[in-house]
């Protein structure tokens, strides 16, 4: 004579199956983030390469986070990776640039994933007002392009973003105390340097090493 399950035995399998999918979908959540932390890191090496290819073209010069004619350093960046989704990070839901429309190749701001270094080389110093008097630096001025971020994943929302610049940095980056590095994947985020290389830093770990520095002295 056949026996079905019990009330009890059903429970018992139900429990088992919740413990487990309990363990398991953490994993899951985390492989899946980090195939997003792996296109990310693509689309940063894609920028980079852009970024190196318009500086061979423009002497050398390194473009600002705003170029003061409405233009950015992404729309400078597209004509070389001629790919708008290179711009969006995959894990990146929001993020803190205050600007309203879109860039010149239809990414609204709202979107769009990776800002500039604009703290270490791209102003003089902390409370500058975005202005057109922002200098311009050389690639041969930087003294450790391999040590010096161009751009990289931008922060969450309502962190530093009082410019409303598309940028990771801000004037003095020790001020905000790492609160505006990336974090969306897996506790950190993407960054691209001026020698082309990109690699993933935690939060405490951008934090705490000091991997952005100023140009050469005049």
């Not at 311009?136 to 990289?152: D, K, N, Q, R």
């Amino acid at each position: 004579m056949r026996r079905g399950f019990t009330l009890i035995e059903l429970l018992v399998v139900i429990a088992i199956i919740a413990i487990l999918a309990a363990i398991l979908f953490p994993v899951f959540a985390k492989a899946r983030e980090k195939a997003r932390q792996s296109s990310c890191l693509s689309n940063a090496k894609q920028l980079a390469t852009g970024l190196l290819s318009y500086v061979q073209d423009y002497d050398e010069m390194l473009p600002k986070c705003s170029m003061g004619n409405g233009s950015y350093f992404a729309d400078l960046l597209y004509p070389y990776v001629k790919n708008s989704q290179v711009f969006l990070c995959p894990s990146m839901k929001t993020n803190w640039c205050g600007l309203a429309g879109s860039l010149s190749f239809g990414v609204p701001f709202s979107a769009l994933g990776y800002g500039w270094n604009t703290g270490d080389f791209a102003t003089r110093g902390i409370g500058e007002s975005p202005t057109d008097g922002w200098p311009f630096y050389s690639l041969a001025a930087i003294t450790v392009p391999a040590e010096t971020i161009a751009m990289g994943d931008m922060g969450p929302a309502g962190t530093v973003g009082t410019t409303g610049l598309p940028n990771i940095f801000w004037g003095d980056w020790s001020v905000y105390a790492g609160k505006n590095f990336a974090s969306q994947h897996n506790g950190g985020g993407n960054y691209a340097f001026l020698d082309g290389h990109c690699k993933w830093y935690g939060v405490q770990s951008i934090y705490g090493q000091r991997r952005f520095f100023t140009v050469a002295e005049d």
